[in-house]
C-alpha cells in the first residue's frame, strides 16, 4: 500500500490575537491518498487557511506531526521545505497572485525555472501547459490582458506544469463569476486526476465539492 | 537571461521612480567622473611640470639632498662632466643638465635684494623645461657673450627697475668663504607663476656661476628620460651601480605634487563617498518602496519555492539594471563635459600661492570610468540587499495576507 501523499497527525496551531491566544486548529489529522482531491469546507475563521499553510509547508504548526509521501516534515530545515515546496507541491490562490510583469508563458514556466529545467524542456512544458488549460495562442500576455477566468486557467497550469505531488488550493473559485468557476472547477479536476496529483481545496463553492473525492468540514479548529 | 528580462521589465514596473533613481545615479556618476578627472589633469600637470623642473632623476653628493652646507658647495657633486658623460650614455637617457643652487645679492647701484640662482646650461636647459620658465621680456641669454647674461624673475626686474639689456651686479659667498661679485646683463625677463619666486629668482649660465663661487662642482645633474615611466627604475639602477652618490627621482622632490594630490585624494575621495551614499538613499527608497508594494508577491514566489535568496537576487540585479543604466548616462555626460571643456577654454583663477591660472580640463580615465561604475552598481547591489533580505525572509502567510 502506497503512503498517503500528506498525513496530519494531531496538528495544533494557535495565534495570538493581541494578549489573546486564537487556537486555530485544536488537533486536526488527515490523510489524503496520492490522486485524491479533498475539499476542505467550513466557516470563515473555521481553520481552512491555518490546514491549507500547514498543509502547504508555508506555516508550521505548534505540535503534531506532518508527513509527506511518508516522509516526516516537521525536523525539517526551512530550506528544505522550501525544496519540498519548490519540487513537489503546486498551489492555486484564490486571487491568482500572477506576478503582473510576467507574461503567461513566464507565470507558467516560472517554477520550472527555480527547478533548472533545461529551455527546451520548459518551452514544451509550458505551451503544453497552456494548451492543456485552453489558452494556447496567448501566453505572451500579460495577467492584466487577461480575464479573471483565464488569470485563474494560468494560476492553475503554473501549479502543475512541474507535475506536483500536492496541489493547494485556497477558494480558487472565489473571484469567478458562477460560469467560469465551473469551468475551473472542472479544469482543476480534470489536470490534478491527470497527473495523478492529490489536491486540498478549501471552498465554499458546492460546484467545487462535488468534484471532490471527499469533503472534509471544519468548524473552530477541528473536524466535524 | 530570463532573470534579467524579468529585473528590467520590473524597472520599468514603475518608471517614474525608476528614472528618479536613474538620474540621481547618473549626475552621481558623473559628478565623480568629472571631480575625478579634473583631479587626475591637475596630477598629470604637476607632474609634468614637477618633473620638467627637476628632471626626472636627479644625483648629486652623498649628503646634497640631507645635508646642510656651512659654505657653497660644500656638498656640490664635483668631477660632474666624466658623470654628466657616463649617465648620457645610459640608454632611456634623453639629456643630463648640470646645475648649481647658489644666492647672494643682487644690486643695481643704487639698491639691493637677496636673489635665489639657478646656474644652468643655458640653452639646454630653457629648451629642456619648456614653456615652465616663460619668457615676459627678452630672450634665453647666450653663455658665450662677453659680460655674463642672466634671466630674472619679473618681479626681482622691478625691484630693481631692470629691463632687457640692464646691467647688475650678483654678490655671492665663494666656497672659500669670501665675497665675490660678478658684472652681468640682463638678457631675460621670465615668470614661473609664483610671485614669491619672480621676486628672487635670478637664472645664470652655470660657467659663470662657477666662477662667482670659485668652484668647478656642480649641485646637481638633472637627467631627463625619454620615458618617464622609467625613473623609478633608472634611479634603483644608478644607486647600485653609484654608491658613491645620492639618487632621487622626481617624485622624491616633488613636495608640492605630492601635498597636493594628498589633499586633492582626500577632497574628491570624501566627494565621491557622499555621492556614493547619495545613490546609496537613493537606491533605497526606490527599490524600499518597490519591496513594499510588492510584499504579496514576495510571498507568492516563496510560496512556490523560490529562497530568500533568489528574491533578494532578483531585487540586486533590478538595483544593477538602475545602477548600471545611471552610471553609463553618468559615463555619457561626463565624457560630453570632458569634450566640452576642450573648447571651452575656460580658465581657472591662480590658485593660492600663484601668479597665474590654468585651463579648466578634465582628463579622461578607463580605470577611473570602470572603478565608478563598479561602486556605483555596488552601491545600487547593496541597497537593494539591505532592503530586500529581510522582507525575503518574512513569514510567507504573513506576505501573503500583505495588503
New interface residues.
Partial sequence: MSSPALRLYDVKKSYRNGAEPVHALRGVSLEIAPGEMVALTGPSGSGKSTVL?VC?L??APDSGQREMGGEPLDARPE?EL??L???K???V?QGF?L????TAS?NI???L??LGTPAAERRRRVDDALERVGLAGLGGRLPDQLSGGQRQRVAIA?ALVKSPALVIADEPTGNLDSATAAQIVELLHQLTHERGAAAVVATHDDRMTRYCDRVVRLADGLLA | M?WLV?AL??V??NRRRSLTALLITAIGTAAVLVGGGFALFTYDSLREVSARDSGHVVVGARDFFTGDEDVPMQNGLGGAAALQAELAALPGVRAVLPRIEFSGLISNGDKSAVFVGRGVVAQTDFRVRGVQTGFVAGEPFDAGASLPEIAIGKDLARIMKANVGSGLTLLSTTTEGNLNAVDVVVRGIVSVGVPEIDRRLVIADIGAVQKLLLTDKVSTLSLYLSDMEQSDAVAGSLAATHPQIAVRTWLDLASFYQAVRALYNRIFGMLGGIILVIVLFAMVNTLGMAVAERT??IG????????PD?IVRNFVLEAAVIGGGGALAGMAIAGAVTIALLFAGIQMPPPPGRSTGYPLLVNFSAVLYAATGAAVIAASALAAWWVSAKAARR???EA?AHV
Fill in positions: 499553510n502547504g508555508l506555516d530550506a522550501t525544496r515546496r519548490r519540487e507541491i503546486g498551489f490562490f497572485n506576478v503582473p510583469v510576467m513566464d514556466e516560472y517554477p525555472l527555480l503554473r | 530570463k524579468f521589465r520590473n520599468l514596473r504579496r508577491e507568492t514566489l516563496r510560496a512556490i519555492g523560490t529562497r533568489e513569514p510567507i502567510t501573503l
